[in-house]
């Protein structure tokens, strides 16, 4: 099993990125996905969250209206597109994959989740 996350960087407050993670050994399209970040000296959270059938998506207050997650089951791939980003989403980014029954009363945590991958740095700053 690999969830292999990509498009991190340095950019600009205002700026945007697009991240994306690439799965691989599991039966990525009955699986619901998320994404997380942590901080230097802070706690995992999350950020957003996406069903298996991408019908129904969620998202933590801070990045509501800013960032969009979306996936492509053929290409079995989950995005994270973020825009006008500040200095506080300067974060590691990891996606992880829940086949769990109770996903959608628990997808804020991380508790839930079978997969995760490594984690792609974003660095926000001018």
């Known amino acids: 099993v690999q969830l292999v996350e990509s498009g991190g960087g340095l950019v600009q407050p205002g700026g945007s990125l697009r991240l994306s993670c690439a799965a691989s050994?599991?039966?990525?399209?009955?699986?619901?996905m998320s994404w997380f970040r942590q901080a230097p000296g802070k706690q995992r959270e999350f950020v957003a969250a996406i069903t298996w059938r991408g019908d129904n998506t969620y998202y933590a207050d801070s990045v509501k209206g800013r960032f969009t997650i979306s996936r492509d089951n053929a290409k079995n791939t989950v995005y994270l597109q973020m825009r006008s980003l500040k200095p506080e989403d300067t974060a590691v980014y990891y996606c992880?994959?829940?086949?769990?029954?109770?996903?959608?009363?628990?997808?804020?945590?991380?508790?839930?989740?079978?997969?995760w991958g490594q984690g792609t740095q974003v660095n926000v700053s001018s």
């Open positions: 050994g599991f039966t990525f399209g009955s699986y619901d």
């Open positions: 992880a994959g829940s086949n769990s029954r109770y996903w959608r009363g628990s997808y804020y945590w991380a508790g839930i989740y079978d997969y």
